[in-house]
């Protein structure tokens, strides 16, 4: 059975940072191609960057390439998104989840598992 935790978020001023974290427990991290994506109010959720299952490649959503960075980190069983230069219009509910044996994908149906989220609040 697998899980996902993530952690990390919480209040941070405009032009802050934040690292996100992504606990994975159960078998086989490395099978997972992970991913994170983001959700605020009335919006759908929508892709942020994704990270191969050896780490070797990553993918971000256009609109926040420079912003962000993914890693992981599979001894530790641990996905992490760094974020900078933070935005208000990055409030969100950030979702970290798990694709099996697949990597890079940027839609919510290419994830098999996902994390209850953590909300980052970007204040003006």
């Known amino acids: 059975q697998v899980q996902l935790v993530e952690s990390g978020g919480g209040l941070v001023q405009a032009g802050g940072s934040l690292r996100l974290s992504c606990a994975f427990s159960?078998?086989?991290?490395?099978?997972?191609?992970m991913g994170w994506f983001r959700q605020a109010p009335g919006k759908e959720r929508e892709f942020v960057a994704a990270i191969s299952r050896s780490g070797d490649s990553v993918y971000y959503a256009d609109s926040l390439k420079g912003r962000v960075t993914i890693s992981r980190d599979n001894a530790k069983n641990t996905v992490y998104l760094q974020m900078n230069s933070l935005k208000p219009e990055d409030t969100a509910v950030y979702y970290c989840?798990?694709?099996?044996?697949?990597?890079?994908?940027?839609?919510?149906?290419?994830?098999?598992?996902w994390g209850q989220g953590t909300q980052v609040t970007v204040s003006s």
């Open positions: 989840a798990g694709a099996f044996l697949y990597d890079g994908r940027r839609s919510v149906q290419g994830y098999d598992y």
């Open positions: 159960g078998r086989a991290f490395s099978g997972y191609g």
